[in-house]
């Protein structure tokens, strides 16, 4: 029977557990190197990948303008030729459509700017400026009474001088007017009717153009494009109608820029304009 040495075993056993360990820890070395690679191979190849898309990216955008700025010349060249052998649309002169029409949709237009009170806020609106005539007289009172108080007086005296400043400070509400509004009701029906008006006249004359393939003005066609788009021709119509108005209420003659500069003041105008402006990107897209 052989003596094994108890000490001697558990040695070897340490031993082997080290080398294994050592073993293990030079195969995790490795894995991580190898993963370290992989993750450098893999940034590289996203890197690559993202300078090509962007490349990519960048001549498709120069064909995209490309292909833009051949449809403008050949828009402009379809002028040409049409305008030698084509009749032209006339939207420029408006003899149906005279001053006092224009001026009754200024006038309805104007009207709708103003503010207007209902019932109970005309009754709130004078009572606001029967409180504020009272403050009124008080701070005038008050102001008055300064000059005559006596030097020591110094509380009493900034009592009064704050009543006249708070006063000062403040603006008398606007007085609702019964007549005012009676009159700008009126504006409105009057305005209504008159754009109602102008527009059928612009409209009928805007169908009758291209129902006999007339040749559009300049800036008619650099704003609503040379044709209805597909499925649009209804809103295209109602636009147009829109563009003409504007550009008769606002005496616009430039022969390439439908509605001219925009407008600074906001308002009806204002708001008109840009809505045009968006309508119109919409329809000249391709």
Not at 24 to 53: F, H, M, P
Not at 79 to 90: I, L, M, N, P, W
Request: aromatic share 6%.
């Amino acid at each position: 029977m052989m003596n094994i040495d108890p000490v001697k075993a558990l040695d070897d056993k340490v031993e082997r557990l080290k080398k294994d360990i050592k073993s293990l820890g030079s195969r995790i070395d490795n894995a991580q190197t190898d993963a370290a690679q992989q993750q450098l191979s893999t940034t590289n190849a996203l890197r690559d990948t993202t300078r090509k898309i962007t490349k990519t990216n960048d001549r498709v955008t120069e064909l995209a303008e490309s292909v833009h700025r051949l449809e403008r010349l050949l828009v402009a060249l379809n002028r040409k030729v049409r305008a030698g052998e084509t009749q032209k649309a006339d939207f420029d002169t408006w003899p149906e459509i005279g001053k006092p029409l224009i001026a009754r949709i200024l006038a309805g237009q104007e009207a709708y700017a103003r503010k207007t009170f209902t019932p109970q806020e005309a009754k709130d609106t004078r009572k606001a400026i029967a409180e504020f005539d009272r403050k009124a007289h008080e701070a005038i009172d008050a102001a008055e009474a300064l000059t005559n108080l006596p030097p020591n007086a110094e509380s009493l005296w900034r009592k009064k001088y704050k009543q006249w400043r708070t006063i000062t400070q403040q603006e008398r509400p606007e007085a609702p007017n019964d007549e005012s509004h009676a009159k700008d009701t009126a504006a409105k029906s009057a305005g209504n009717e008159a754009v109602a008006e102008a527009r059928e006249l612009i409209r009928a004359r805007i169908e009758d153009a291209v129902a006999r393939d007339l040749l559009f003005p300049a800036w008619f066609e650099n704003m609503l494009g040379p044709a209805a788009p597909p499925g649009k021709a209804d809103d295209w119509l109602y636009t147009a109608t829109d563009v003409v108005l504007y550009r008769l209420l606002h005496d616009v003659t430039s022969p390439a820029d439908a509605l001219g500069p925009a407008p600074q003041e906001q308002g009806h105008r204002r708001n008109l304009h840009d809505r045009l402006i968006v309508e119109c990107a919409d329809y000249r897209k391709p």
